[in-house]
């Protein structure tokens, strides 16, 4: 382990491995920048139309988003815990921990993907099938519109996720991270702490409306 | 006295010389000059539609393009110029290029992430002129919702994913800046000796990396609903198109501050090396850019006065406008009291630099005017818009551009440029520019709507005055091409110290080598010691005449 040698433009590596978290952090602003802009938008609308949004709210899929949020909370308990395990030289079962985490986020993607054809099936879908019902107005369609942009985005986020924590995964398993250097680790759990807060929002700003009272 | 820089070895442009060598490179330097082709290359082209337009608008028919080909050469050359050439301009070429050579850092944090911007910067360029060359698009530069999504026929679409992926490359970039500022400069280079240059991008880096994401939101949105009828602006499903400006505004305002900031960096090395005087009031420098950076987020609504917001949110915005002049003026005076009892040499980077000083302050004065409600409602969407923001983009951060390029060019290069040409150019830009843009407030304030192909003939001798300074500037902008491109190849050599400057990108060989600093300097000293009684200076590690 003694092997590993910062880049040449770092002095040791726990300047590299300070600068990466840095830079995961900056990265992480700009993505809240942008749900920032589209949650924002929707909450515009939400103001606008708060009857029909809670008339659309009604169609949400609380159990499956339910279950999605609890699926989602959990992989980052396990990401913690590969982090926590790699700081004491347990590559495997932290490997373990990783790929546990990579299969709840794939759990996550198929509700989410079964919620879409329910979805479907209820004629919500906006583009492809879509029917107001009674007492529904056009502003209910803006509720979906946000609703498909803004999962669909989270999923492609996840998607990202899901990918690299397999590849580290990986690695971690041939032994190329140690307690002396898993910066990459720490860097990915950053980022898909941050896909799960991000979801926390998102659920809501779409499941409870309307539910309540 | 350059005992570090006569070391004889490779530099870090013979390091290696095959192609792959560069297209594969992870020098910061390398990258800086591969990004100086490629946002050279956009100039030329943003440049050719502009050509083109004050070409149209010498006649009042205006039959050399007609109404439809018009908006698509406007449109290409705002899109093009905005974003392929100013927002990148002086921070992705002479930034990439200085920010580590002046913290005393051997590269980036992130060389790969450096690269990989060029790269993606390239995709987008491919992306825009695949939209130019299909037929181009007619909604300008700012997309408006609902022309963009219910009714355009042109290439939206392209030009929305053009501008969309040149947002990754702006904050691969932005994100590197921010981090290596914050984690590698040199021992001694603490945050309030930086070189206001650094300042300058760390700020600019800053705005863009908090404000890019909401473009690239807005512009999927946009896409999305001109594909395939997602219609989140769509006012028949109860879409508010007001909520498009204020998302496109909420990034457009602090991009122009992007584009402008790195151009006070430039300003603030330029004067004092040519005044030999320390810039006057330092830290008030480094605080206004920040300040600029912060306040320049809450005006974006001084783009929509007339737009249908409240009137309330008028006086709001119109306020916080008046509120962000105030540390650009306290820039302003802060130059003009360098240049004071100063030892000044008018060579070529100086006129840039004066240049740049006079022309903002002229368009940073009118956007005062524009910022005042009841005359932003005469002169709203009039030539005088189009001259106020041509004052502080092209008078502004290309004069500041041009005036960095000089300045660093033996730097960059190791070859002295023809002075006398340079002041020619210098000059003539200046010229140029004048004849071209100050016509353009009075038709502005005759009331000349911007956009239109054609337009009464009592303005015409406007026009042409116009038509007439933007031929003197596309000279003045080919000369620098000319006898830089000459100098490359016979230039004087340079020495690591050509301009007698107090920062640490002097203390290396010109051109440095490949990781910048035989020894890592230690900083013990302020930025600009010039001394103006006899033109002496201490550089930011210490040695004295260096």
Known sequence: MASIRPEAQYATLEQQTETAQLGMWAFLATEVLFFGALIFGYYIYRIAYTDQFILAGHDAKLVLGSINTALLLTSSVTMVAAIELIKRNEARRAATALYLTALLGIAFLGVKGYEYLQDYYDHTVPVLDFVLKPHQQPPVELFWLFYFVATGLHALHLTIGIVAVLILAAHTRSGRYSAAYHSPIEVLGLYWSFVDVVWLFLFAAIYPIGRAG | ?546
């Open chain 2, 1 to 546: 006295m350059t005992a570090i820089a006569s070391e004889p070895g490779s530099t870090y442009l013979t390091a290696e010389s095959t192609i792959a060598s560069w297209l594969l490179t992870k020098d910061h330097k390398r990258i800086a000059l591969l990004f100086f082709a490629s946002v050279t290359a956009f100039f030329f082209v943003g440049g050719f539609a502009a050509a083109l337009i004050r070409l149209n608008l010498i006649e009042p028919a205006g039959t050399l393009l007609g109404p439809d080909l018009y908006n698509r050469m406007f449109t290409m050359h705002g899109i093009v110029m905005v974003w392929f050439f100013l927002i990148p301009s002086i921070p992705a070429t002479l930034g990439n290029f200085l920010v580590p050579l002046m913290i005393g850092a051997r590269d980036l944090a992130f060389p790969r992430l450096n690269l990989a911007s060029w790269y993606v910067f390239n995709i987008s360029g491919i992306l825009a002129l695949y939209f130019i060359i299909a037929g181009g698009n007619d909604t300008g530069w700012t997309f408006y919702a609902p022309y963009s999504t219910l009714f355009s026929n042109g290439h939206v679409i392209a030009a929305a994913v053009a501008v969309f992926v040149n947002g990754f490359s702006t904050i691969m970039t932005a994100l590197n800046f921010v981090v290596t500022i914050h984690r590698l400069r040199a021992p001694g280079m603490t945050w309030f000796r930086l070189p206001l240059f650094i300042w300058g991008i760390y700020a600019t880096s800053v705005v863009m990396l908090l404000a890019t994401p909401v473009l690239a939101m807005t512009l999927l949105l946009i896409a999305l609903e001109h594909g395939f009828g997602i219609g989140i602006f769509d006012p028949a499903l109860g879409g508010d198109p007001l909520l498009f400006q204020h998302m496109f505004w909420f990034y457009s305002h602090p991009a122009v501050y992007i584009m402008i900031l790195p151009a006070m960096g430039v300003a603030s090395e330029l004067i004092p090396c040519f005044a030999r005087r320390p810039v006057f009031g330092y830290r008030g420098m480094a605080y206004a850019v920040m300040a600029i950076a912060i306040i320049g987020f809450f005006v974006w609504g001084h783009h929509m006065f007339t737009a249908g917001i409240s009137l309330f949110s008028g006086i709001v915005f119109s306020f916080m406008s008046f509120v962000v002049a105030v540390p650009s003026a306290i820039k302003v005076f802060n130059w003009t009291a360098t240049l004071h009892r100063g030892r000044i040499s008018f060579d070529a980077p100086m006129l840039y630099a004066l240049s740049f000083v006079g022309l903002f302050t002229i368009g940073g004065l009118t956007g005062l005017n524009l910022a005042t409600l009841p005359i932003d409602i005469h002169v709203t969407d009039t030539y005088f818009v189009i001259a106020h923001f041509h004052y502080i983009m092209v008078g502004g951060t290309v004069s500041a551009f041009f005036g960095g390029l000089h300045y660093w060019w033996p730097k960059i290069t190791g070859r002295l440029y023809p002075e006398m040409w340079a002041r020619a150019a210098a000059i003539l830009t200046f010229l140029g520019f004048n004849v071209t843009f100050f016509p353009q407030f009075i038709l502005g304030y005759l009331g000349m709507p911007r956009r239109y192909y054609a337009y009464p003939p009592e303005f015409q001798v406007w026009n042409v005055l116009s038509s007439a300074g933007a031929s003197i500037l596309a000279i003045a902008y080919v000369m620098p091409l000319v006898y830089l491109g000459w100098s490359l190849l016979r230039g004087k050599q340079a020495s690591a110290n050509p301009w007698h400057a107090t920062g640490l990108e002097w203390r290396t060989s010109s051109p440095p080598p490949e990781h910048n600093f035989p020894r890592t300097p230690v900083v013990t000293d302020a930025p600009y010691r010039y001394n103006p009684e006899d033109g002496s200076y201490v550089t930011q590690d210490g040695a004295a005449n260096g």
